[in-house]
Each structure stands twice: as structure tokens, then as C-alpha cells.
């Protein structure tokens, strides 16, 4: 999550930083993504990498939502 934390505010060329609160029950205190299931077994394979993922979610959001509010 830090790590997705860290893309995004660069992309947002944000300053802000993560909030932590306390524990809940049920959190996941230590999670690490592994797609290789998915690559092994489905014969997955990722047309880009996370961070252009983003990057093209955080344009087309952005663009749209810019359109939106001129329109409004």
C-alpha cells in the first residue's frame, strides 16, 4: 500500500503523506502482492507495469473529470 501511496503522489506531485491510525480488527498486517499464480496457471501476462497502469488511470481521470467540470 505504501508503495502504491508513493506512486501516486508522484504522480499527483502531491506533498502529503500517509495517515496511519490505529490497529482494527481484521487488518492485514503484512500483505505482498504476487500475480505468479496468475501468470503460471491463466498463462497471465501484464501489458504494463504498475506504475504506467496508474499513470494512464490518473490521466484519463483527471482529463475527464477536468472535462466535467467545464461542462458543468
Not at 35 to 52: F, R
Not at 57 to 69: E, G, R
Request: proline letters at 4%; charged letters at 25%; glycine letters at 4%.
Amino acid at each position: 500500500m505504501l508503495e502504491l501511496f508513493s506512486i501516486i503522489k508522484e504522480l499527483a506531485n502531491s506533498e502529503r503523506n500517509p495517515a496511519f491510525g490505529p490497529d482494527r480488527q481484521g487488518d492485514v498486517k503484512h500483505s505482498h502482492a504476487d500475480i505468479s499464480k496468475a501468470m503460471n496457471y491463466l498463462d497471465y501476462k501484464p501489458l504494463v507495469n504498475i506504475k504506467e497502469g496508474l499513470q494512464k488511470a490518473f490521466t484519463w481521470y483527471s482529463d475527464n473529470l477536468k472535462s466535467k467540470i467545464a461542462n458543468s
